[in-house]
T-cell receptor, first 113, second 112 residues
Framework: DAGVIQSPRHEVTEMGQEVTLRCKPI?????LFWYRQTMMRGLELLIY????????DSGMPEDRFSAKMPNASFSTLKIQPSEPRDSAVYFC???????????FGPGTRLTVT | GESVGLHLPTLSVQEGDNSIINCAYS??????FIWYKQESGKGPQFIID?????DKRQGQRVTVLLNKTVKHLSLQIAATQPGDSAVYFC???????????FGSGTKLNVKP
């Protein structure tokens, strides 16, 4: 299996632009998680889905952030408009069943200038 | 203003020595714990897990100890190798909730 796939790996954008991060979970996994990692706040859970349904989005910072999971093999995290403080590494992870080992993707490093 | 980053505890060990990484968790209701390893530029990777009905669990070169009385978790790595250099996170979970809370991490430096 290819593991969790994220794209792009790096994204540099200007403040105010829309950013879309993409994730393909491991086939057969029914839970998907979006995390943000910064030096200041460490690894934070933003939102997670179970069977494509958002279960807990209490970690989403504000309305500028939104996430979707239209099917079992694809999810997006969108930031609109982006701000410099959104600069971070964003990880997607999936797991077979809750609770259990989460398999992380390689991350997307986002820089907002 | 100047931003202040997380203070990441660092443990430096000599190659071949044993390493012990500690973690204090916050929620007394947490009953499932995972240790992750994160190498530079990569996502966290599962090492070992333990449920609260156990005090100790062993894997290949790694042992996790759980002390529920003081809410403390430790990861022991035997015969530490340069490839073990990474940041190690503990994550806690309350069973039936598919939500893990990650600690701030400990950086392990293995000196050859």
């Amino acid at each position: 299996d290819a593991g969790v796939i994220q794209s792009p790996r790096h994204e540099v954008t200007e403040m105010g632009q829309e950013v879309t991060l993409r994730c393909k979970p491991i086939s057969g996994h029914n839970s998907l998680f979006w995390y943000r990692q910064t030096m200041m706040r460490g690894l934070e859970l933003l939102i997670y889905f179970n069977n494509n349904v958002p279960i807990d989005d209490s970690g989403m910072p504000e309305d500028r952030f939104s996430a979707k999971m239209p099917n079992a093999s694809f999810s997006t995290l969108k930031i609109q408009p982006s701000e410099p403080r959104d600069s971070a590494v964003y990880f997607c992870a999936s797991s077979l069943r809750p609770p259990g080992e989460q398999y992380f993707g390689p991350g997307t490093r986002l820089t907002v200038t | 203003g100047e931003s202040v980053g997380l203070h990441l505890p660092t443990l430096s060990v000599q190659e071949g020595d044993n390493s012990i990484i500690n973690c204090a968790y916050s929620n007394s209701a947490s009953d499932y714990f995972i240790w992750y390893k994160q190498e530079s530029g990569k996502g966290p990777q599962f090492i070992i897990d333990i449920r609260s009905n156990m005090d100790k669990r062993q894997g290949q070169r790694v042992t996790v100890l759980l002390n529920k009385t003081v809410k403390h978790l430790s990861l022991q790595i035997a015969a530490t190798q340069p490839g073990d250099s990474a940041v190690y996170f503990c994550a806690e979970n309350v069973y039936n909730f598919n939500k893990f809370y990650f600690g701030s991490g400990t950086k392990l430096n293995v000196k050859p």
